[in-house]
């Protein structure tokens, strides 16, 4: 092949199968703080001030967020989810925050985030009402996007609740455009695919074109149990979500629930290492003031953000399932690769993978770099396609690896690592 020819394969291979929603953000996985999971709609300030959903909430997040190294890490966006507004709109037919929770109002809130370097994410719905009954958007797209980016918010998750499920597509869209005309870049954060899947498949191609992430399943809860649901349901669904995700669009499968109560430490290991590996947005879903140490080091894993946000922006696949263990492997820059091994295993104790049984070992001919960077951090030094690696994992633990080719011959290993790899989509069984 020329090299012209080459370039142009390689070039092909990189661009995201579709238009991305042009409005600039979201080049890389967001990255952030939302209050759902963990603090839900609590909006009972008299007898529980620390927790309930008020301006209070979010300032001392951020706080914490500069303090304590969150910020340095990535994490940028404080996010309000649903009960902030007032349940009737002001004489103007704007929607308002509770006066009693956000006296400051969100503007003076959004200046707040702001002073610290971060920015604020809100919550709307494209129906009639919010998922916990609150004002909908519904009629107000233009109204509620004007008055978003007058507050100088800087990102929208945009529910789906009290739609006319035919209607998704129209009304998402059309807040889209709301959004981009308002001037102001306000990452566009949707749940379109979650309510469409009961009506028809979802058309990923244009909703990479309206929204910068997109949440396709159920809401995560606090326990392994939906951790394992949301990955099972990526997994059964690869071949039609993961191609949309690439730069300035990613799948969404719903916040890190890291530091909360639910899952042990190697359950919490999972989640961040599957995360990475699926390119998903970041949104933390727990208490910074109050996490502890463990769980902190491990959502501040400079490795594994490294992963997440790598600059080519392609989500990983399942790739190998068998004997209780799924093997998920994420290409990433220099043709290096990210490899998870994740234990089904519930019962038991740690079990051993021989890791050159991935799939993507193969970008070990003739020579390979390895660092393990879960469950510890262990450089593992140069490899070759055959030796014999055995990494121990735990009961719903994950190892997490990064592997790099060694190789002067760049053609023949860019051969192997997208076509040999990726383009081949049917799961290997171990
Ligand atoms: C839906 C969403 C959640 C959350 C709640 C709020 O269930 O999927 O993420 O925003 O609504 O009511």
Not at 40 to 69: F, H, W
Not at 186 to 203: A, D, F, G
Not at 234 to 255: C, E, F, K
């Amino acid at each position: 092949m020329s090299r012209a020819a080459c370039l142009l394969v390689i070039i092909s291979l990189m661009s995201p199968a579709a238009e991305a929603l042009d409005n600039g953000l979201a080049l890389k996985p967001t990255m952030g703080w939302l209050h759902w999971e963990r603090f839900m709609c609590n909006i009972d300030c008299d007898t529980d001030p620390n927790n309930c959903i008020s301006e209070r909430l979010y300032m001392q997040m951020a706080d914490v967020m500069v303090k304590e190294g969150w910020k340095e890490a990535g994490y940028e966006y404080v996010c309000i989810d649903d009960c902030w507004p007032s349940h009737q709109r002001d004489a103007q037919g704007r929607l308002q925050a509770d006066p009693k929770r956000f006296p400051g109002g969100i503007k003076k809130l959004a200046d707040y985030i702001h002073s610290k370097g971060l920015k604020l994410g809100i919550y709307a719905d494209v129906g009639d009402k919010t998922c916990a009954g609150y004002p909908g958007s519904l009629g107000y797209y233009e109204k509620d996007a004007q008055t978003f980016a007058d507050w100088d918010v800087d990102l929208l998750k945009f529910d789906g609740c009290f739609m006319n499920r035919a209607l998704l597509g129209e009304g998402y869209s059309n807040m889209s455009k709301a959004l981009n005309n308002t001037g102001r870049p306000i990452l566009y954060s949707c749940e379109w695919p979650l309510y469409e899947w009961p009506l028809k498949q979802p058309n990923y191609t244009a909703i990479r074109e309206t929204c910068n992430h997109w949440r396709n399943f159920d809401d995560v809860f606090d326990s392994w149990s939906s951790v394992k649901s949301i990955l099972d349901w990526t997994a059964a669904h690869q071949d039609i979500i993961v191609p949309a995700a690439g730069p300035g669009g990613w799948n969404d499968p719903d916040m890190l629930v890291i530091g909360n109560f639910g899952l042990s430490h190697d359950q919490q290991e999972s989640q961040m290492a599957l995360w990475a590996i699926m390119a998903s947005p970041l949104l933390m879903s727990n208490d910074l003031r109050d996490i502890c140490p463990r769980s902190k080091e491990l959502l501040q894993n400079k490795r594994i953000i490294d992963i997440s946000q790598d600059s080519m922006g392609k989500q990983g696949y399942r790739t190998a399932k068998g004997n209780n263990f799924e093997v998920w492997e994420r290409p990433l820059s220099k043709n290096r690769l990210a490899v998870a091994v994740l234990n089904k295993l519930e019962t038991g104790g740690p079990r051993g993978f021989n890791i050159g049984a991935a799939p993507g070992w193969k970008i070990c001919g003739p020579q390979c770099n390895v660092t393990q960077i879960l469950p510890q951090y262990k450089e593992m030094g140069v490899q070759t396609q055959q030796s014999k690696i055995i990494v121990s994992v735990n009961p719903s633990g994950t190892a997490l690896l990064t592997v790099t080719p060694i190789s002067s011959d760049f053609t023949r290993l860019h051969k192997l690592n997208w076509q040999g790899t990726f383009v081949r989509r049917k799961h290997t069984i171990l």
